[in-house]
């Protein structure tokens, strides 16, 4: 087991600036309109302090405490795949030089080293999905794997949660069991908060032992662990049971339930833009007036556009009952035989910044309550 180390707000900015000082770009937590969103961070006082967030089916709010947190605002909208897998950026540009064309293909800048501050455990298994998908030999995104080499992630440990947040039932929390350089463990004592911090990596480890000097307490780890428990408990009362799920989706393909949905679902598709997994793209072509110059930029898609499934002469999903039962059936169910996952890590978030306040667990209910009767 990696060593633990106690671990206090100056040691936290030492990090911080250590990997600054090791040519990272920090990309971490902001407070930005009202909402945590992950902007690239140049001064450690950037983050937010004492930031607690309530989360609950088409709400989300946020509360300021004096208990000094880094890591009690879980998770926004945004995820850290806007980094890897940007919703906009170009891929090529096309140039007609007497009468010849000449392709311009475009950086990806794998020289550029990001470190993600504050991943959570839902976010890091969402990587791990993205990884399978976008590092595909078959078709690996070049953007994304320049990225995702040089990537350096510190990772956050959950004390707290919010009532849409699911992790427990999909097997990725609250605390990170993978893929992470460096480990916070936050908990609060007294109303103020506290750290413990441990390596996931080599890199993690040398960067530890020159920051460190005292081992966790015996005390500390008690503390920590005791709040770990308890926030289990809080996300097992908010479970999922994903017993046979994947099989009871399939067969509920026809139940007049996706109707009762559709009738509420706007088909506005924050879901799928908020969702840490969902990877769909589009591209579009841009040509200037004088016909010699053109570029091809990538977008990121949603299967409740109904351009997306347009297949010459018409759109195999044109309905929101149709474009909502594919979402929700390939992230539970046929991810599953694609890429042996679910597509779905427990985030919630697609039930915070869903506006009319679809909660997928309770949808999920309705079709296992139901089929389990016949
Ligand atoms: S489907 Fe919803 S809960 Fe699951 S990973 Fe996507 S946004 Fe999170
Ligand atoms: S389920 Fe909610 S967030 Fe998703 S498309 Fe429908 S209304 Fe929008």
């Not at 908010?238 to 509420?264: C, F, M, Y």
């Amino acid at each position: 087991m990696n060593k633990s180390w106690g671990f206090g707000e100056q040691q936290l900015q030492a990090l911080f600036e250590c990997l600054q000082n090791n040519g990272y770009t920090l990309i971490g937590p902001r407070l930005d309109q009202g909402i945590i969103k992950f902007h690239p961070l140049n001064d450690f006082s950037e983050l937010p302090r004492g930031i607690h967030s309530e989360q609950t089916a088409g709400n989300y709010r946020l509360q300021t405490t004096e208990d000094g947190s880094f890591f009690q605002w879980l998770v926004g909208p945004d995820s850290f795949k806007r980094y890897l897998h940007p919703p906009r950026h170009k891929l090529f540009s096309v140039k007609i030089e007497e009468q010849n064309f000449s392709v311009i293909q475009e950086e990806t800048n794998p020289a550029e080293k990001l470190a993600f501050w504050g991943v959570r455990s839902c976010d890091l298994a969402s990587l791990a999905i993205l990884d399978r998908v976008l590092l595909d030999d078959m078709a690996s995104d070049e953007y994304y794997r320049s990225r995702r080499a040089n990537l350096f992630i510190v990772a956050a440990s959950c004390t707290t949660s919010a009532a849409s947040c699911f992790c427990t039932s999909m097997g990725d929390g609250p605390e990170p069991r993978q893929s992470y350089d460096v480990l916070i463990q936050e908990y609060l004592k007294e109303g103020k908060a506290r750290h413990i911090a441990s390596s996931g990596s080599a890199a993690g480890d040398r960067i530890l032992h020159n920051l460190c000097d005292t081992p966790a307490d015996e005390n500390s780890v008690a503390a920590y662990q005791q709040q770990l428990q308890h926030n289990i408990e809080q996300l097992n009362r908010n479970r999922l049971d994903t017993t046979g799920l994947a099989q009871t989706l399939k067969q509920a393909s026809e139940h007049p339930h996706w109707d009762e949905i559709a009738a509420r679902c706007i088909s506005c598709a924050n879901c799928t833009m908020v969702c840490p997994t969902c990877f769909c793209i589009t591209t579009d072509d841009r040509l200037d007036l004088t016909g010699e110059y053109a570029e091809r930029w990538l977008t990121w898609d949603s299967c409740f556009n109904t351009d997306f499934s347009y297949i010459h002469g018409g759109a195999v999903r044109p309905n929101t009952r149709s474009q909502y039962r594919h979402w929700l059936t390939h992230k539970i169910s046929t991810w599953h035989d694609q890429f042996d996952s679910s597509g779905c890590v427990g985030c919630g978030r697609c039930i915070t910044w869903c506006p009319v306040g679809i909660d997928l667990r309770t949808e999920l209910k309705v079709f296992q309550e139901d089929l389990r009767r016949d």
